[in-house]
């Protein structure tokens, strides 16, 4: 058999379009195609219906869409000294396939191994009350500093934010008492200043009575009055000091 015969045999044709059909990919519209042509970068391949041509290329298929990854909770001492456990998520995304793919190993993976470490070393270089209290200062710094490193792996990181800080329970109960005291010392704080303002007023009101004499009577009226309203059999009326001063001896001039 000549070898112009064998290319027209039907098995010939049955070759020729497994050879094709498997050359044929579908990249979806959140993929990516990096094409090795016998082990070299060829290009990246658009979403769409695309050929590779078999055995002598390699299509490696890149997602693009936004990660969000959990980082497991580090165990980190502060700089004051205190054991804490931070979990964090981080928002990340593949920008650029050919670096993702070429300049790393397992993009994704040595994400989370660096947003691990940096976890650990930004958080271990503040104190417990700044770690608290400054936590979005804490998220940004860790944002620009994965961003920074992954850069080069054509990886952009969007976001960073811290889930949880897990205190030891010694230092729960020391937080406790020191924010019940604060609440005491400004419950005393607000007490004293409401007895000052009462005093002040208090006084006022003395000095307006002691310049009009009347007032003390129409005073004297107006608690007779509310006493009345509570419908009590007895009623003790003070007595002005003027209606006494009748009954004193007077000086001689």
């Known amino acids: 058999m000549t ?9 010939f044709f049955i070759l ?7 050359g044929i990919k579908l990249v979806d519209q959140y993929e990516r195609m990096v094409v090795l042509r016998l082990g070299k970068f060829a290009g990246v391949k658009e979403p769409g219906l695309r050929f590779i041509i078999p055995i002598i290329e390699r299509g490696i298929r ?6 969000a990854m959990d980082i497991t909770p580090q165990e980190v001492i ?16 593949i920008v650029d396939p050919a670096k993702a793919v070429l300049e790393v190993e397992n993009a994704v993976r040595t994400t989370g191994l660096l947003s691990q470490t940096t976890l650990r070393s930004v958080t271990g270089q503040m104190e417990l009350d700044e770690l608290l209290a400054k936590r979005e200062e804490v998220n940004q710094r860790l944002q620009e500093i994965i ?8 990886i952009k990181v969007s976001g960073v934010e811290i889930k949880g800080i897990e205190l030891p329970e010694d230092m729960k109960r020391a937080m406790a008492k020191q924010a019940e005291a604060e ?14 303002q009462a005093a002040e007023k208090l006084a006022h009101a003395a000095s307006v009575i002691a310049s009009q004499p009347s ?5 004297y009226l107006q608690t007779l009055v509310e006493i009345a309203a509570e419908k009590n ?21």
């Open 62 to 67: 890149v997602d693009i869409r936004t990660r």
């Open 183 to 196: 609440r005491e010392r400004r419950a005393k704080i607000i007490s004293a200043e409401g007895e000052a």
């Open 78 to 93: 502060t700089r004051d000294n205190v054991p804490v456990k931070v979990d964090a998520v981080v928002y990340f995304r």
């Open 16 to 22: 020729l379009l497994i050879f094709l059909a498997a």
């Open 3 to 11: 070898v112009s015969s064998l290319i027209f045999t039907p098995l």
């Open 233 to 253: 059999s007895t009623i003790l009326f003070p007595l002005p000091l003027e209606v006494l001063k009748a009954f004193l001896p007077r000086e001689e001039e």
């Open 215 to 219: 007032a003390i009577q129409l005073r």
């Open 147 to 154: 961003d920074r490193e992954t850069d080069p792996w054509g």
